[in-house]
């Protein structure tokens, strides 16, 4: 009981102390018109290029936006408390570590699904594609997927994080590479060999490829290969996130290293 | 002031401010390979077409816009660095235009931004083999400093326009892409929804853009640079006035300090 407070209650406390992206000063330039204004920029480019449809750039830049929240989320909440100089007092607690990370992992879920929900429906809406509630639905399911994935690879960048000054640029690096290996903009056959060899092991490939997949009318039973590709990458990067940060927490603590000073 | 001394103010100015933009990561390594991700990402999609020119197109329009996202994303924060310093105050009791001093700084963002144009022309020779070579060099030079320069102008207006704004960086960020696409950098203006078009006409980047691409194909750009120089001047007379009454309002409400 003690660890689902913990999970429940503290993962949304960490998440609105830490995240200060959440102020709508912040949130609507950030999460609402910067995911558009990305949509709009390369569904133009497509038709201007004449290669692919509106669907296929609004549906995977509007996944792919998702790595933003995700990637910088997952790592304010855990950096966030070095930089506030309490990483040592919740160390320092009794608190079970895989409920104190698992537990500020879910609302940065929960925010990079909604904004990626509203860069899909905005996005059809504004290019005046048709939204279809049931297609919504599948798609949805996919994004939770792609969201997963892209919050266990921020689990690893927060580690990283543990051990450099600025985070921020290793989640903006983070986000570019996805934005080019992930297929979103790209067509697979147009990318480059080492590049699409590198975005079948990184998050988004799989789950962008299975949105739109539902996008185009195919149901959930064609798209489980993906789906499951994704979810195990994503526990593949999760698990990894949570062994580096025991790992540097304990060489941090012996080094003398936790706090920035 | 005399002119000479002004003169001096801005050089140094930028001088400084340029090497204290070299001191930080974020600010100079990022400024160069931001943007470089987003022109990757749409010259992989015009080369996917198989059309040369296009890709020269699109090669020549995301050298160039790379410079936005320098100043979008750290023209918007200038003041808030200075509120941090706790040298806005000082800036503001100087004797030398608060608005001079505020261009200078500009000025130093704005040429972290030519790395990321030397950068993305180098990218685009090498990796895409986008061999530019404009039909008239000097004046798609000049085009390409104009350009260039109204980028200055906008990041200026941005930066006094948002001084009571504490997360002016989200703003600078959401402006980023709005102008890649609208000031026609890497799709034409025509191609843009009608509504959207006026919009673009009323930004001095378009016709610097518009001018740099007259210059490359060998036709005459002093249209475009005589717009590109009225819309310019009307952005930069706006900022200066825009800067004096905001500072006039912060200080008078004693909001200078945001604090």
């Known amino acids: 009981m003690n660890s689902l407070r913990i999970l429940v209650i503290g993962g949304l406390t960490t998440y609105r102390a830490l995240f200060n992206w959440v102020s709508p000063w912040i949130l609507v330039p950030s999460l609402l018109v910067m995911p558009l204004a990305q949509i709009l920029l390369f569904s133009y480019i497509g038709r201007s290029a004449g290669i692919e449809s509106d669907t296929f750039f609004v549906v995977g830049n509007a996944v792919q936006y998702s790595a933003l929240p995700c990637l910088l989320g997952t790592a304010s909440t855990v950096v966030g408390e070095r930089l506030q100089r309490t990483l040592g007092i919740v160390l320092a ?15 940065v879920m929960l925010n990079g699904l909604a904004v990626s929900v509203f860069g899909l429906v905005a996005g059809s809406v504004l290019l005046g594609l048709p939204v279809r509630p049931a297609t919504l639905g599948l798609a949805t399911l996919a994004i939770a997927v792609s969201v997963f994935g892209c919050t266990g690879l921020g689990l690893v960048s927060a580690a990283v994080g543990l051990r450099l000054r600025d985070i921020a640029v290793l989640s903006t690096i983070l986000f570019g590479i996805l934005l080019l290996c992930s297929g979103a903009d790209i067509p697979r056959p147009a990318l480059p060999g080492w590049l699409a060899a590198a975005g079948d092991w990184l998050p988004l490939a ?44 304990r060489r941090s603590r012996s080094a003398g290293a936790l706090d920035l000073t | ?60 329009g995301a050298a160039v816009v790379t410079v936005w996202s320098a100043v979008s994303s750290n023209a918007s924060g200038i003041l808030q660095r200075e509120r941090a310093f706790g040298t806005l105050e000082l800036l503001v009791a100087a004797p030398a235009p608060f608005s001079l001093s505020i261009m200078s700084i500009v000025l130093a963002v704005t040429t972290t931004g030519g790395y990321a144009v030397a950068a ?30 109204s980028f200055g102008v ?106």
């Not at chain 2, 892409?177 to 919009?199: E, K, N």
């Open chain 2, 120 to 149: 993305t022309l180098l990218w685009s020779r090498f990796v895409f083999g986008v061999h530019l070579a404009p039909a008239w060099p000097l004046p798609f030079a000049l085009a390409l400093v104009a350009t260039v320069f």
């Open chain 1, 93 to 107: 607690s009794p608190a079970p570590r895989l409920a104190l990370v698992i537990g500020r992992t879910l609302p």
């Open chain 2, 1 to 60: 002031m005399s002119a000479g001394r002004l003169l001096r103010l801005v050089a140094v100015s930028w001088y400084l401010h340029l090497k204290m933009l070299h001191r930080s990561m974020f600010d100079s390594v990022m400024q160069v390979v931001w943007p470089l991700f987003f022109a990757t990402t749409a010259l992989l999609v015009y080369r996917a077409t198989g059309d040369r020119d296009a890709l020269s197109y699109a090669a020549t």
């Open chain 1, 206 to 249: 799989h789950g962008i490829a299975a949105a739109r997949s539902v996008a185009a009318g195919g149901g959930i039973g064609g798209v489980g290969g993906d789906l499951a590709a994704e979810a195990l990458l994503g526990l593949g990067y999760g698990m990894a996130g949570v062994l580096m940060l025991r790992l540097l927490e």
């Open chain 2, 154 to 259: 906008l990041g200026f207006l941005l930066a006094v326009a948002a001084v009571r704004y504490r997360a002016v960086f989200a703003l600078g960020g959401a402006l980023e892409l709005p102008l890649w696409l609208a000031c026609g950098f890497l799709v034409p203006v025509a191609l843009l929804p009608s509504w959207l078009r006026p919009l673009s006409w009323l930004l001095p980047p378009t016709w610097g853009m518009q001018a740099v691409r007259a210059a490359a194909a060998g036709q005459s750009l002093w249209a475009d640079l005589g717009l590109w120089a009225g819309s310019t001047a009307a952005y930069a007379a706006a900022a200066v006035w825009v800067a004096a009454t905001v500072l006039r309002s912060a200080r008078r409400h004693a909001t200078l300090s945001l604090t």
